[in-house]
């Protein structure tokens, strides 16, 4: 009911709780009407409502969103009960608690402490039953090494937690932990390079090579046992550091180590409750996962479902402009729903409100972009939303931010931008309930290799940035994309074919990949190779003096490499016309065997086109992406749209030409489809959409007129509009 009421309210308010049908009209007489309505279905802190008057409904096969609820121990009963409530209303059945790991108490008296520890999450646990929402339990652990004492206390108290609320009918999910990493940057410093940790390196190492002989082959070095064997160090002179090889095993220890602790904790949940899902959430997850030890398809098997946290205030620092936010939205989300697959994915920490102080970049998200944010993330699969945080912290470093209530405790416009949402949402369970983002045949493939080994040489982002301008590109031209760590790509997959790859800026590339590179293409794929892919292998070692491993996949190899400044231009000559494609930092000059020229440039060839059997190959060894990703992105579409045709032309839903700024989304059930448009600038667009003719569309969130018959869109400042198709 309230939804009829609130266009009547003040616009900021009134927003879009039904904003595909605003009226025009907002009698003054309503108003007050319309304020007093809304404290009574909202309520204040101190009121209960019984609660067969707001009950959530969660709902396995629904993509459904929810709220970080933070409590401390001065959380008070009245205001669990308003938080819980307000959830049920806005059709948001999940709650997500966060237990630190500094409440754990110690001493021989730990379990009487921590059940008075745990008196405010019974009374959250309590709250969400009376109004049908369910948990997701963040438990108190960390990943860093701290001895055998700590981990035995968090064993402890993870076992006492999960039996203590294993039986609550709120329960939902547990988390493992809150955002596991560990930044690479500290490895060789306490509290990570500790005797115990030294010693269980060396134990890892031994299982590795087997043989202290072998290392030494590896390694290049001349230990006679593994107990002499030293972390590498933090700090290295220039010219006489470690070999590579260490420096890879030292970062594979600590990703192995990570992954083991998650494991453990999913192990120990497992052993006590059999029966509620398990999620974990990496952050920051657009930079070099390297960095941060974050082996993420790794963590697979430890859960039932795959998280994320997504806050543009913090996770943003390689996205240059405010209008590129929504696309970074999509990268991520379609970054862990290939990291997670075949198991579903959440976002389990969205941006929900305000970030001054405690972000990397101050950001204020308005209902816009909490739509738009939810919208992208709904579209590309997310199974569930929960949004960080509900309730306003009252102290510590993150006090007054991120809050999708003002501090009087009332929803803000964000909040009944999400409510909007969500009962959008519930009022088609027949689609949403089996609805699945439809396929792509392109594929950017990322590699933990060239993470690791950017992380000494050049910049630590430079596969991102690359990646991130193709990204772009394709988002650009309205078409889906897949990210996929390399080693988790079907290259030999005989159903493999009609695909197409992009290797970007892949340094650090083993002779095993690039034959699989080889047999991919062979078999009648697509792949585009940048930047110095193949160049080197993982341990630093030169490939292009011996054989190039991607020669034949190629069709020739490297001359040289020549650095040319910020920014120049290759003209490519491509079916009989010419188009100038930016590059950034460095050409590298081909030596060609069997390829046609695309690009030539003072006697030197700069670009190839190669078909090997059934496959084709587009080698262009400079930076393209950076390029687009820093510059000009439209040439870079437009050059991807030709050598895409191919493999696109079933991909039901796309933009007629390349379009800046807005992201298409599309999800699929049968012959049913839905499409999220969004518009990630701060001024009005127009674009084309392409379409199945036999389809026909409705506006189930959005403003009217919007879209025409002819497929046009038009869409305002930040704008985001869903269709239905049938």
């Avoid at 490895?187 to 087997?210: A, C, D, F």
């Avoid at 490939?543 to 650095?563: I, M, N, S, T, W």
Wanted: proline residues 7%.
């Amino acid at each position: 009911m309230l939804h009829k009421f609130l266009p009547l309210l003040w616009p900021p308010v009134a927003l879009r709780f039904k904003e595909h049908r605003p009226p025009e009209n907002r009698p003054v007489v309503l108003v007050a009407i319309t304020m007093i309505f809304a404290a009574m279905y909202f309520g204040s802190p101190g009121h209960t409502a019984n609660a067969a008057s707001a009950s959530a409904v969660p709902h396995a096969g629904l993509p459904q969103l929810g709220a970080e609820v933070w409590v401390d121990q001065e959380t008070t009963t009245p205001q669990l009960d308003h938080w819980m409530k307000l959830l049920a209303q806005c059709r948001m059945p999940y709650a997500r608690l966060y237990m630190l790991q500094n409440q754990l108490p110690v001493g021989k008296n730990w379990k009487s402490h921590l059940v008075h520890v745990l008196g405010p999450y019974d009374e959250a646990f309590a709250a969400a039953a009376r109004y049908g929402v369910k948990i997701l339990f963040t438990l108190p652990t960390s990943p860093i090494p701290q001895g055998s004492a700590a981990w035995t206390r968090q064993k402890d108290a993870v076992k006492f937690i999960v039996r203590r609320y294993r039986k609550n009918p709120a329960l939902y999910a547990w988390l493992l932990t809150n955002e596991p990493h560990l930044y690479s940057r500290l490895l060789s410093s306490e509290p990570y390079n500790t005797p115990l940790v030294i010693s269980r390196y060396q134990t890892w190492l031994t299982h590795k090579y087997g043989g202290i002989t072998s290392l030494n082959v590896g390694w290049g070095s001349h230990f006679t046992t593994f107990k002499n064997i030293l972390p590498y160090p933090k700090k290295v002179d220039l010219y006489n550091q470690p070999p590579q090889a260490s420096f890879n095993d030292w970062q594979a220890y600590w990703r192995h180590y990570l992954t083991h602790f998650l494991t453990k904790i999913s192990a120990i949940i497992r052993q006590n409750d059999q029966n509620h899902q398990i999620n974990v959430n990496p952050d920051n997850v657009m930079s070099n996962l390297a960095a941060q030890c974050q082996d993420i398809p790794a963590w697979r098997p430890a859960v039932t479902a795959m998280g994320c946290s997504l806050h543009p205030a913090w996770h943003f620092a390689l996205l240059r402009r405010r209008n590129q936010y929504a696309l970074g939205i999509g990268y991520i989300c379609d970054e862990i729903r290939g990291f997670a697959s075949p198991k579903p994915f959440w976002v389990t920490e969205l941006q929900g409100g305000n970030n001054i102080y405690s972000g990397s970049k101050p950001l204020y998200p308005t209902h816009r972009d909490i739509s738009q944010w939810t919208w992208i993330a709904i579209g590309s699969g997310a199974h569930r939303v929960i949004y960080w945080l509900l309730n306003t912290r009252p102290k510590g470093i993150e006090s007054g931010e991120w809050s999708m209530l003002d501090f009087q405790n009332q929803p803000s416009p964000r909040l009944l931008a999400a409510a909007s949402i969500a009962r959008v949402i519930d009022s088609h369970p027949q689609f949403f309930y089996k609805a699945h983002p439809i396929s792509s045949p392109i594929t950017i493939v990322l590699s933990m290799d060239a993470m690791t080994f950017q992380l000494t040489h050049g910049n630590p982002n430079a596969q991102i940035n690359e990646a991130l301008g193709f990204y772009q590109a394709f988002s650009n031209l309205g078409l889906p994309v897949n990210i996929k760590m390399f080693h988790e790509y079907p290259w030999r997959n005989p159903a493999t074919q009609g695909k197409l790859v992009v290797l970007p800026q892949l340094t650090g590339l083993t002779r095993k990949q690039a034959a699989d590179i080889t047999a991919f293409e062979a078999k009648g794929n697509t792949v585009v190779a940048t930047g110095l892919t193949g160049f080197w292998n993982p341990r630093y070692q030169l490939q292009v003096l011996q054989h190039f491993p991607l020669e034949q996949a190629l069709g020739g190899d490297f001359k040289e490499v020549r650095y040319e400044g910020t920014s120049f231009p290759i003209t490519l000559h491509l079916n009989h016309s010419s188009m100038v494609l930016p590059a950034r930092h460095f050409i590298g000059d081909i030596n060609n065997n069997t390829g046609t020229v695309l690009a030539l440039q003072d006697g030197r060839i700069l670009a190839t086109e190669n078909h090997l059997r059934k496959g084709t190959s587009f080698w262009i060894p400079s930076l393209i992406g950076t390029a687009a990703w820093y510059g000009d992105h439209e040439p870079l579409a437009k050059f991807m749209n030709r050598v895409s045709a191919k493999v696109t032309r079933n991909i039901p839903f796309r933009f007629t030409t390349y379009q800046p700024h807005v992201i298409l989304r599309t999800l699929k059930n049968g012959r049913r489809y839905l499409t999220v448009i969004t518009n990630g600038s701060g001024s009005p667009i127009n674009c084309r959409l392409i379409s199945p003719a036999d389809l026909k569309w409705k506006i189930i969130w959005g403003r009217d007129g919007t879209i025409a018959k002819n497929g046009l869109v038009s869409l305002g400042r930040r704008q985001t509009v869903v269709l239905l198709w049938r």
